[in-house]
């Protein structure tokens, strides 16, 4: 029974980032591409902060797509991160914080290189490098603004629900 828990909590602790994986994947079909993003988008845009310019839009446009580059795969290495963290407090492994940190950044790399490779062969996508830095890139800021809020409320890891408690 005591490995049919362990499994049980590990699936719980894995879950959101196999959830975060799964979303990337949704966004990486032409369902998502520039083309089909753009007009949604824009009605948004321009609801609450009015009409632009063609030109003005696709610039805007491109600037939403790559936030959401920076932030998605930030989220996502965070989520990484609690897997790994989880993971090792379940198997009663201590991990000092760093390692589950770059565990996360390993973890999002490859997710966001798959990601760009599987888009060069998409109709009205494309696979490139920069957006794998700028994913890489927002996952290392956001893994930096967790362990500075952590260090702003006293703690150098997060406790678990159990230390808490």
Request: proline share 2%; with cysteine; charged share 20%.
């Amino acid at each position: 029974m005591h490995h049919r828990s362990r499994a049980v909590r590990l699936f719980w602790a894995w879950l959101p980032a196999a959830l975060g994986v799964c979303v990337i994947i949704l966004e990486s079909t032409e369902l998502f591409s520039s083309a089909n993003t753009s007009g949604p988008l824009r009605g948004f845009w321009q609801r609450f902060f009015g009409v632009e310019s063609t030109d003005r839009w696709e610039e805007i446009h491109h600037i939403i797509r790559k936030t959401g580059h920076f932030i998605g795969y930030g989220t996502l290495s965070l989520l990484f991160y609690h897997a790994w963290r989880r993971t090792a407090e379940i198997l009663h492994r201590h991990r000092v914080r760093i390692k589950n940190v770059l565990y996360a950044l390993a973890c999002t790399l490859v997710v966001a290189s798959g990601d760009e490779y599987h888009q060069t062969f998409l109709p009205g996508r494309t696979g490139r490098w920069q957006d794998v830095v700028l994913d890489l890139t927002g996952a290392c800021v956001l893994q930096l603004l967790f362990w500075l809020v952590m260090l702003m409320v006293g703690q150098s890891e997060p406790r678990s629900a159990a230390e808490s408690a």
